[in-house]
């Protein structure tokens, strides 16, 4: 019943930029935090951001501190990642994920969307 929905990934030359979005149903999402955590082949999967049910407090990884953005809709149940100054190190499927009791850590949360790739080039 509940889905999770990326979508705006893509290729990218380095310095640009990319939004995400992640489209959510079947939950009331305005009263759950939404996070969005990337993996790379190989790696383990890194938290990027997370965002209250309100909207507040956000919380970045330090690897994308300065540079992304995270964001939500209540009223489209939507959250985004705007993505700037992206690097060839941010390229990594991008998932989403909503409902936990510690946004830290990734095996805490229900709910996980499919992912959406996204590539940067230098």
């Known amino acids: 019943q509940v889905q999770l929905v990326e979508s705006g990934g893509g290729l990218v030359q380095a310095g640009g930029s990319l939004r995400l979005s992640c489209a959510v149903s079947g939950m009331t999402f305005s009263e759950e935090l939404a996070s969005w955590f990337r993996q790379a082949p190989g790696k383990e999967r890194e938290f990027a951001a997370t965002?209250?049910?309100?909207?507040?407090?956000?919380f970045y990884g330090d690897s994308v501190k300065g540079r992304f953005t995270i964001s939500r809709d209540n009223a489209k149940n939507t959250v985004y990642l705007q993505m700037n100054n992206l690097k060839p190190e941010d390229t990594a499927v991008y998932y989403c994920?909503?409902?936990?009791?510690?946004?830290?850590?990734?095996?805490?949360?229900?709910?996980w969307g499919q992912g959406t790739q996204v590539t940067v080039s230098s």
């Open positions: 965002i209250g049910p309100s909207g507040r407090p956000t």
């Open positions: 994920a909503a409902d936990t009791e510690n946004w830290r850590d990734p095996r805490a949360y229900n709910y």
